[in-house]
């Protein structure tokens, strides 16, 4: 059974809209969120990531929103530019976990 | 610093061969990670090690065996190649401390391996 559902393979996105990326998990253990951008033909690399002592973060043009009632984590890319254009995977751990969980991922499309 | 790095980038075997990946990583990092990336299946992990000597079964184990004789160094081996053993294996590696980033973990650019 899956802990971290990412329920939207694709997305598309007009260059300067926003993006959101949605991911839902189970377990209310989790306590630290990441998400992970991914280039074809290149290993996932870190984006932004969240404690469970907060409700959101944000790092330049990336916003992470966590709803931990609903098990609710989101990605906002503001505006969204050809260039991020890529798989973006969120992943979770509990209490310090040496293992990260990750979802199937999403790909992000965005279009001139 | 280079980083995470793999070794090889591609690799095409036949049904029953062996081979080895290699995993090297100069940040000093503590655990390391192998998993493997499917169409429509996200990023599975294989085994992870904690420390020099150590490893540790993840999701999908079977058919494979790793070794972390060197901290900077993680071997993950398929003894007997199969078919759905097909598949883009990544790297990684974390630290251990420094608040809460220290979940972040640092992947190599992967070793895409077909098994005919």
């Known amino acids: 059974d899956q802990q971290v559902k990412q329920n939207s393979p694709s997305l598309s996105v007009q260059e300067g809209r926003i993006s959101i990326l949605n991911c839902d998990y189970t377990?209310?253990?989790?306590?630290?969120f990441l998400w992970y951008k991914k280039y074809p033909a290149e290993g996932p690399t870190f984006l932004i990531s969240i404690s469970s002592i907060k409700d959101k973060n944000e790092d330049g043009r990336f916003t992470v929103f966590l709803n931990k009632s609903a098990k609710h984590l989101s990605l906002h890319i503001v505006p969204s530019q050809p260039g991020d254009s890529a798989v973006y995977f969120c992943?979770?751990?509990?209490?310090?976990?040496?293992?990260?969980?990750f979802g199937k991922g999403t790909k992000l499309t965005v279009n001139p | 610093n280079a980083g995470v790095t793999q070794t090889p980038k591609f690799r095409v075997l036949k049904t029953g061969q062996s081979m080895t990946l290699l995993c090297a990583q100069d940040m000093n990092h503590e655990y390391m990670y192998w998993y493997r990336q499917d169409p429509g299946m996200g990023l599975r992990l294989i085994h992870y090690?904690?420390?020099?000597?150590?490893?540790a079964k993840g999701e999908v184990p079977d058919g494979y065996n790793v070794s972390r004789l060197k901290k900077q160094n993680f071997l993950l081996g398929l003894e007997s190649a199969a078919p759905s053993q097909t598949s883009v294996y990544f790297c990684?590696?974390?630290?251990?401390?420094?608040?809460?980033?220290?979940?972040?973990?640092?992947f190599g650019p992967g070793t895409r391996l077909t098994v005919l």
């Open positions: 990684a590696s974390r630290r251990t401390s420094g608040g809460y980033s220290y979940n972040e973990q640092f």
């Open positions: 992943a979770t751990s509990q209490g310090g976990s040496e293992k990260l969980v």
């Open positions: 377990n209310s253990m989790f306590d630290y």
């Open positions: 090690s904690v420390g020099e000597g150590t490893t």
